[in-house]
C-alpha cells in the first residue's frame, strides 16, 4: 500500500486513542488497542511511531484487511501519516480512497465514484468500511474512507449526451429564432 497522508488536524469525531496529541500519535500500545478494539485482527501486525507518522509491518489476512487496519490508524488523531508495509496473506487489488469534505454523504460519495444515479451503491462503500463505520450518516470530513470497485472518480455525476453509432438515425432539427 505504501505511504498514506491524512489531515493532521482531526474532526472532533475522530478516535483519539490515549496519549495522542493534534500533531503526535498514540503510543504504539495504544494504536494496537484501537485495532483490536475493532476486531481487526492485528495479532501480526507491528507499530512504530515516530510524531505524527505510523509504521505498519507484519502480515493480514488480506489485502482489504491491511487496508482498513492502515486507514483506521490514519483517522485516529495526531497521525499525519501512515507507512503501510502490512504483507497480505490473501492478496488482491486495494479499494481506492476518498477523503470526506464538508456536506459530503455516502449517498454523494458513491454518486461521484460510481456515476450518476448509482447512489444506492453508499451501501457497498459502507460495507468496506465496517467496523470503522457503525452507521453510514456518521461520516466526517478529513476521514478517510475505502471505495470498493472504483478505480478512479467518475469524471461528472452529470449524464453524459448519447453517442451516435453506426446505423442509428440522426434527426437534424434548424434551430427557432
Known sequence: MGLLDFLSRKNAAAPAPAGATDTTAAPAEELKKEIDKLGLGASKVTISVDGGKVTLGGTAAST???QKIAIAIGNTKGVSQVQND???EN???EAATYTVKDGDSLWKIAEAHY???QGAKYTKI??????????????YP?????IP????PVASAAPTSPVA?????IVWKAPTT
Open 86 to 88: 502490512i504483507v497480505a
Open 126 to 139: 459502507f460495507e468496506a468500511n465496517k467496523p470503522m463505520l457503525s452507521d453510514p450518516d456518521k461520516i
Open 64 to 66: 482489504d484487511e491491511a
Open 115 to 117: 456515476g450518476h444515479g
Open 149 to 152: 470497485d472504483a478505480s478512479a
Open 91 to 93: 492478496a488482491h487489488p
Open 142 to 146: 478529513g476521514q478517510v474512507l475505502r
Open 165 to 169: 453509432k453506426p446505423g442509428d438515425e
